[in-house]
């Protein structure tokens, strides 16, 4: 087909018209004719105002926008570094779990074995496992939904809350809690002073509380997040104080979501695992959950959500009815072959092989926390029964500071606790996930660089 001059001109000026309705075009002069045009175009669609109030990005892409700086300044650097920042693994997933992976994969490549679509809620045997065996029948089968993540549910529920309830959040805690109830609508804007955002319950978690707060000395919220073994400060709740979070939800009319991600990482005898292990928390409470950390599969993608039937909205509606209608809605369930994988885990070779895992991050724990124990100044929590290392800086310290002095002196990343909201100023979290042998040279760095 072809084109005449005069169409082809019709059709410059239609697009540059169209461009400047929306305010986009510029256009220069020369010798009287358009030289050029520029097309800067906007669409007419308002910006969602809640994402404006976010500060910043992202937590842990701002520490790998700085890593990446860092590194583009010192080029001879890139085979020094070590990272102690993000909590992502890094050893290979063991071979009875990886069987399961490859097993998942290879039954899709045969026609007796294919599978498409599956249950949004996941696939009923790993249901049934997951509840029998992480949960020894506490919960119903029914009760579990699989997915993609724990962080992609903790998103999912607050589709569920909406925009209208209010949050109670730890202070410091892992950003997901506090940057999904602002992209809701559920928050104001952030106090520049406090940097704490309007119409969400900070509680505080200090050294002098075991940072663990104290709900009940707190205003009501609808929404109560609690992370154990928590992330960043690595301290594991008692059961008493499970207790007591419980029946003070219940008291007020709280629902509780119990973050318990880092479950598996428990080592003193009598500390819970699951909230669901105290008495009552079927009324009042949602665990969330993830292979990320159990397994190895922060790549592989799988977690599960426990909602259960008890648990019920003011109005008598079942909270599972509408978390179900959002997985449903927004979501084809987790990949089959992943789920092949999630029942590998929960063999009892699988679970050997997790422990094995475990216990290879919690010595690099140990190391780290032997390490900063050794180094004036610094008062160190967590490592025992968490990833996560949680070191009280020198005082006066601020914690990017310390963070761009170490990686600078040390070529060692970090997470400053500034982070994880105000109450982790003045603090730093060390991640057990790397190899060993990084952890070794990470803690001969430190210990010669801050000593």
């Not at 540059?16 to 929306?22: D, K, L, R, V």
């Not at 940057?179 to 900070?202: K, L, P, R």
């Not at 610094?378 to 949680?390: I, S």
Request: charged letters at 20%; a negative charge.
């Amino acid at each position: 087909m072809k084109f005449s001059g005069v169409a082809t001109l019709v059709c410059l000026v239609s697009s540059a018209s169209t461009a400047a309705a929306f305010g986009g075009v510029k256009t220069t002069a020369n010798a009287g004719r358009t030289s050029k045009v520029q097309l800067n175009m906007a669409s007419g669609v308002e910006r969602n105002e809640n994402f404006g109030k976010l500060v910043g990005g992202y937590l842990f892409p701002e520490i790998g926008r700085r890593r990446t700086a860092y590194l583009e300044a010192n080029p001879e650097m890139a085979d020094r570094l070590i990272s102690l920042g993000i909590g992502d693994t890094t050893m290979p997933i063991p071979s009875h779990i990886l069987n399961g992976l490859v097993e998942g994969a290879s039954k899709l490549g045969a026609k007796e074995t294919y599978t498409g679509y599956g249950n949004e809620q996941g696939r009923g045997d790993l249901r049934e496992k997951i509840a029998s065996v992480l949960y020894n029948g506490n919960i119903d089968a029914s009760e579990v939904f699989v997915s993609d993540g724990a962080k992609c549910d903790i998103m999912r529920l607050q589709q569920v809350f909406g925009n209208k309830v209010v949050s109670a959040v730890q202070d410091p805690s892992y950003p997901v809690y506090v940057d999904t109830s602002v992209m809701m609508g559920q928050t104001g804007n952030i106090d520049e002073e406090t940097m704490q955002f309007d119409n969400i319950v900070y509680m505080p978690c200090t050294a002098e509380n075991g940072f663990f707060p104290d709900y009940a000395s707190l205003p009501r919220a609808d929404i109560v997040y609690i992370c154990s073994p928590n992330n960043p400060t690595g301290a594991a709740a008692t059961r008493e104080e499970l207790e007591n979070i419980v029946k003070i939800c219940k008291e007020r009319g709280s629902i509780l979501v119990f973050d318990a991600a880092y479950a598996p990482f428990i080592r003193t005898p009598g500390i819970p695992k699951s909230i669901f292990e105290i008495e009552g928390a079927k009324d009042v409470a949602i665990e969330v959950n993830s292979f990320s950390k159990y397994a190895g599969f922060t790549g592989v993608r799988l977690g599960w959500t426990v909602v259960p039937a008890a648990l019920k909205f003011k109005d008598g509606t079942p909270v599972q009815q509408d978390f179900a209608r959002v997985m449903a809605t927004a979501f084809n369930g987790a990949s089959n072959i992943v789920q092949c994988g999630g029942m590998a885990c929960l063999d009892p070779e699988g679970l050997a092989e997790i422990d094995t895992l475990i216990d290879y991050y919690l010595e690099n724990a140990n190391l780290l926390r032997e390490t900063m124990e050794a180094i004036p100044g610094y008062t160190v929590y967590g490592g025992t029964d968490a990833p996560y290392v949680f070191c009280k800086l020198p005082d006066g310290q601020k914690s990017w500071d310390a963070f761009s002095h170490i990686l600078e002196t040390s070529q060692v990343v970090t997470i400053p606790g500034a982070g994880f909201g105000p109450g982790g100023e003045g603090y730093l979290r060390l991640s057990a996930f790397a190899p060993r042998d990084s952890v070794i040279e990470a803690c001969k760095r430190l210990k010669e660089t801050l000593i």
